[in-house]
């Protein structure tokens, strides 16, 4: 079965499925969708057929087409249980979705990049006022995900236990957009500790930035350390 990811590198939402997919041990093939290019391609007819939302990621597997990063990704987790993305108990795999959507919607969606663009574009904000509003969404959402994963005794290795899941297959993405718009990391060592765990895998290295076939130069991006 032909198993296709419609993703753009800078993507934090294929970014998810990207870890996902690689932590499941999923062949996959990247279909680009460059997001800026001549007004953006998801903006083109030929892919608005596909996904009307216009939005990466769009997972196509045989005849069945999905979008949205955690369907996505909560689909992978039914069709094969091993390795687990999420926890064995109801109230743990609950606890593990909050504060992934913490992330994925909360977080993210005011540093996405076509709300950035809006502000610049339409509304006129100078790159100096992006970066002020971009800054304080981060720091809002960052500093109460790292009292939550601070308190919690469920937080191991990683942000549930000593195997990556579901919270961590967020958190990398968010801390990529974080360290890219060069907010100041000190507040959250728990969140760094989590992330250089992470990104000693090659299950989340390999579906890092630089490491996507239309990824756009080198990894600007140098990990800080706990």
């Given at each position: 079965?032909?198993?296709?990811?419609?993703?753009?590198?800078?993507?934090?939402?294929?970014?998810?499925?990207?870890?996902?997919?690689?932590?499941?041990?999923?062949?996959?093939?990247?279909?680009?969708?460059?997001?800026?290019?001549?007004?953006?391609?998801?903006?083109?007819?030929?892919?608005a057929e596909k996904n009307s939302n216009r939005l990466v990621p769009l997972f196509t597997n045989g005849a069945h087409t999905i979008h949205q990063?955690?369907?996505?990704?909560?689909?992978?987790?039914?069709?094969?249980?091993?390795?687990?993305?999420?926890?064995?108990?109801?109230?743990?795999?609950?606890?593990?979705?909050?504060?992934?959507?913490?992330?994925?919607?909360?977080?993210?969606?005011?540093?996405?990049?076509?709300?950035?663009?809006?502000?610049?574009?339409?509304?006129?904000?100078?790159?100096?006022?992006?970066?002020?509003?971009?800054?304080?969404?981060?720091?809002?959402?960052?500093?109460?995900?790292?009292?939550?994963?601070?308190?919690?005794?469920?937080?191991?290795?990683?942000?549930?236990?000593?195997?990556?899941?579901?919270?961590?297959?967020?958190?990398?993405?968010?801390?990529?957009?974080?360290?890219?718009?060069?907010?100041?990391?000190?507040?959250?060592?728990?969140?760094?500790?989590?992330?250089?765990?992470?990104?000693?895998?090659?299950?989340?290295?390999?579906?890092?930035?630089?490491?996507?076939?239309?990824?756009?130069?080198?990894?600007?991006?140098?990990?800080?350390?706990?």
């Amino acid at each position: 079965m032909n198993t296709q990811l419609y993703s753009f590198w800078r993507s934090s939402a294929a970014f998810r499925v990207r870890i996902a997919l690689n932590l499941k041990g999923m062949d996959y093939e990247v279909i680009p969708v460059h997001l800026l290019r001549d007004g953006g391609e998801q903006r083109t007819t030929e892919y608005a057929e596909k996904n009307s939302n216009r939005l990466v990621p769009l997972f196509t597997n045989g005849a069945h087409t999905i979008h949205q990063s955690l369907a996505i990704i909560e689909y992978l987790e039914e069709i094969q249980a091993t390795p687990p993305l999420l926890p064995h108990t109801a109230i743990d795999r609950a606890w593990v979705r909050a504060v992934a959507m913490d992330i994925a919607i909360e977080i993210h969606p005011m540093n996405n990049l076509r709300v950035l663009r809006y502000l610049i574009k339409t509304l006129g904000v100078s790159a100096e006022a992006k970066d002020i509003w971009n800054h304080h969404w981060m720091n809002l959402g960052l500093t109460s995900l790292e009292k939550q994963l601070s308190a919690d005794p469920r937080v191991g290795r990683f942000a549930y236990g000593d195997q990556p899941g579901l919270i961590d297959i967020c958190l990398v993405p968010q801390i990529f957009n974080a360290l890219s718009a060069k907010l100041d990391m000190k507040a959250y060592p728990t969140l760094i500790k989590i992330f250089n765990e992470c990104m000693k895998l090659p299950t989340f290295i390999d579906a890092s930035w630089e490491k996507q076939i239309d990824a756009e130069g080198s990894n600007p991006l140098t990990p800080p350390q706990e």
